[in-house]
């Protein structure tokens, strides 16, 4: 069963906007971590928060992470078509070594 | 090599065929997954090793399915007797260490059993 519900489940902008993606969760966590995949394919890392973190940013990306309300957003700073994909957000637990993965948003940039 | 890689890209069976899914993980990479991505059911764990062996076989959906690891490199998912819920695409990864929390992922088989 899925543990993250990613919204919006799909979402279209205009490149140079800027993409904000949610994630919710239901059990405590380690860490959430965010991947991108394109066209249905392997999984690239993006960014990983710990759960005492509270935001984390790498280059365009900006993760916040609010363990309280057991959410994270993911924010795509100045959009580019290439960023065009779909955006998973995974959860583990302690102990766990297995991510369990939310269902995605796929994201659609014009130029 | 320079990633995780997965073969065959694609893999066309038929119904009660047995297929056998490979990947390769990053060299030195001493954990291995596999995942399952199909449109019902999203992002499934199936299969966890340490080395060679698997401490985490919970997520396997049947016993059709089998897994294994040899001179802690190489693994190949087995699924036997295929049906058509089996389509999917299966993707595995690895990481350095059991526990670390990043894992790179593979380009996938894409399996459709017909």
């Known amino acids: 069963s899925q543990q993250g519900e990613e919204d919006p489940q799909a979402l279209s902008i205009q490149e140079g906007e800027n993409a904000t993606m949610n994630c919710s969760y239901k059990?405590?966590?380690?860490?959430l971590q965010w991947y991108r995949q394109n066209s249905g394919r392997g999984l690239v890392h993006l960014i990983l928060?710990?759960?005492?973190?509270r935001e984390k940013h790498s280059g365009r990306l900006r993760v916040t992470l609010d363990t309280s309300k057991k959410s994270s957003s993911l924010l795509i700073t100045a959009s580019r078509a290439a960023d065009t994909a779909s955006y998973f957000c995974?959860?583990?637990?302690?102990?766990?070594?297995?991510?369990?993965f939310g269902k995605g948003t796929k994201l659609s940039v014009i130029p | 090599g320079a990633g995780v890689s997965q073969s065959p890209s694609n893999k066309v069976t038929e119904k009660g065929k047995d297929v056998e899914l490979r990947c390769d993980p990053i060299?030195?990479?001493?954990?291995l997954y596999w995942y399952r991505q199909s449109l019902g059911q999203g992002l499934e764990f199936l299969i966890y090793?340490?080395?060679?062996?698997?401490?985490?076989k919970s997520g396997l959906p049947s016993d059709r399915f089998s897994a294994e690891r040899t001179g802690g490199s190489v693994s190949t998912l087995t699924i036997q007797r295929t049906q058509q819920e089996d389509s999917a695409v299966y993707l595995c990864?690895?990481?350095?260490?059991?526990?670390?929390?990043?894992?790179?992922f593979g380009p996938g088989t894409r399996l459709l059993v017909l």
């Open positions: 090793f340490q080395g060679n062996s698997a401490p985490d």
């Open positions: 990864a690895s990481s350095l260490l059991a526990g670390e929390e990043t894992q790179y």
């Open positions: 060299s030195g990479h001493t954990a």
């Open positions: 928060i710990r759960s005492n973190e």
């Open positions: 995974a959860t583990s637990g302690a102990g766990s070594y297995q991510l369990t």
């Open positions: 059990t405590s966590i380690n860490n």
